[in-house]
């Protein structure tokens, strides 16, 4: 559904809140959930940023998959992300699969310096986390790193949710694989390298 602009209005002032939307909402591949900034007079509204979240299951375990769906909110040092379900993997089929990488895009007003994260996994199998990384935009020149490597959850308790929290472990710069065809008109001060056999190159912001 493409939505223009969202007008609430404060029930006891009766003052106007506008949103401005010009976009779709429930995007097939994307987000379902849309955030944007109020509107205001005179001020600097705030940007939104695609969030690029990369969950790395780990491959110590065989076992380490999940069939469990997962949730994660951003933290910053402005705001937070809400609870956001990673639904549409970009790399994989089938998510959280052992020694696999899935990767989300989430879209969400700047949020500052990213300080923490919750993940939360539904009922299904324990899942064995290795970490998260996320990126403030596919050619950002940082990555925020959240280490876990650890149990989601066990047998015993395969009906509950289970949340965990993951403090910010590293900020570290940014490395960017993609096809050739797919490389943006971008200048770079980094290094770039050409992998014949994989028809790609690798930024080094």
């Known amino acids: 559904m493409a939505v223009d602009e969202v007008v609430l209005e404060e029930h006891s002032s009766h003052e106007s809140l506008t949103f401005d939307f010009r976009a779709w909402v429930g995007e097939i591949g994307g987000d379902i959930r849309k955030e944007m900034p109020l509107v ?3 001020s600097t509204n705030k940007d939104i940023l695609k969030y690029y979240v990369e969950v790395y299951t780990s491959e110590e375990e065989m076992n380490a998959s999940t069939n469990a769906n997962v949730f994660v909110t951003l933290y910053g040092s402005c705001s937070d992300s809400g609870r956001r379900h990673l639904i549409h993997s970009k790399s994989s089929q089938k998510r959280f699969q052992a020694a696999q990488v899935d990767k ?3 879209e969400a007003v700047d949020l500052g310096d990213l300080e923490k994260l919750v993940v939360a996994k539904g009922p299904g199998k324990p899942w064995l986390l290795e970490k998260i990384v996320v990126k ?3 050619f950002a020149a940082e990555e925020y790193v959240f280490m876990f490597q650890g149990w989601i959850g066990d047998k015993t308790r395969q009906n509950d949710e289970i949340e965990e929290t993951l403090k910010l472990t590293a900020t570290i ?3 960017v ?4 065809e797919e490389m943006p ?6 290094k770039i390298k050409e992998n014949h056999n994989r028809m790609a190159v690798t930024i080094v912001c």
Not at 177 to 180: E, G, M, Q
Not at 185 to 190: H, L, N, R, Y
């Open 40 to 42: 205001k007079k005179d």
């Open 104 to 106: 989300f895009e989430l």
């Open 185 to 190: 008109d971008m200048e770079t001060s980094g």
């Open 177 to 180: 694989s993609l096809p050739i």
């Open 173 to 175: 710069p940014s490395h």
């Open 136 to 138: 403030k935009d596919q």
